[in-house]
């Protein structure tokens, strides 16, 4: 086949279909979706970009990243996803949003390149685009920019330990797959194994010597956003740890920026009476959660652990929705759109764990 020249320019990305059940097989490979930021990394003239998958420039943002991204060869276009990583390795979308306010781990993980010394490589099976990254790009880069590598093993056992591990899902691609910008045509796919999202916490109600609720919420546009507050599957002992935790971070600013408030996002609102009754922490403790689908005749069963040391848990034979309804829309059963409503009431949810980290 012919060179096809092509300038270095953004691209748009090339999208994955989400799916319940991937494709497994010699035809296809199998890596891991990271929870971060898509990016394509564009070098011409001397000069590297970093872009959005909108095309929203993310070079102010990242700096160290691009900076780290200048030995890459010139007239070249990589895809990518921008991660951070907390204290145990773990991809963090929260701190993601965050970032900057904090020392955490931040890098960008390759898998794809599109334009290689200005050739266009688009047309070229996913495996010798591979190939091409691996040989003419990655040598050449050093942390933080990191290669995503090819997982191996039965799917059903990458499955398992990305559920063990607590990370989003698994991406599967075909093998010979040429690269379609801006398309979602199914020869990626993506399955989100734990299903959740990670709020910030940004306040507590006193109950007692310790807390009787707490206020929670999530970054929108660089502003933190009132959710919900829950009071549900926190031990004597967690509670207890919690405030340890809450004391240093005390202030008299609320964080919101949305309060006060009527209705929450997906729980009762905090209207300014209530707001009385609040004590405001700097955001920078975050709670984490995940749900997946198992039989309806299990127990539900709720595990939160404090930076990865201490657990609580609950036991109830209820029905889901009941479960959901009876904890007052608490973040772990709390789907964020409409198709995550959708997926929420057609599974049957079997686990809920929650997450406690500073950031």
Known sequence: MPEKKAEAAFIEPMLLLRTEKLPEGPTWLVELKFDGYRALAIKDGGKVRLRSRNDKDFKGRYPAIVKALATMPGRTVIDGEIVALDPNGKPSFSLLQNYGSGGWSLHYFIFDVLILK???????????????????????????????????????????SVKAQGLEGLVAKRRDSMYEPGRRSGAWQKLRVNRGQEFVIGGYTMGGSTFDALVFGYYEGGHLIYAARTRNGFTPKLRAELMRKFKPLETSKCPFANLPEKAGRWGVGLTAAKMEECRWLEPRLSCSSSWWSGPRTQPFSGAARLNGALKSSMMTGE?????????????????????????????????????????
């Open 319 to 359: 029905p889901t929705w009941h479960v959901r309804k009876r904890m007052g829309c608490c973040w772990w059963n709390s789907p964020t759109s409409q198709t995550e409503v959708s997926m929420f009431q057609n599974s049957e949810v079997m686990e809920c764990c929650c997450d406690y980290s500073i950031i």
């Open 118 to 160: 200005g050739t266009d490589v688009m047309a070229e099976p996913l495996v010798k685009r591979r190939e091409l990254l691996a040989k003419h790009v990655f040598p050449k880069l050093s942390e933080p920019i990191r290669y995503s590598p090819v997982l191996e093993g039965r799917l059903q056992d990458l499955i398992q």
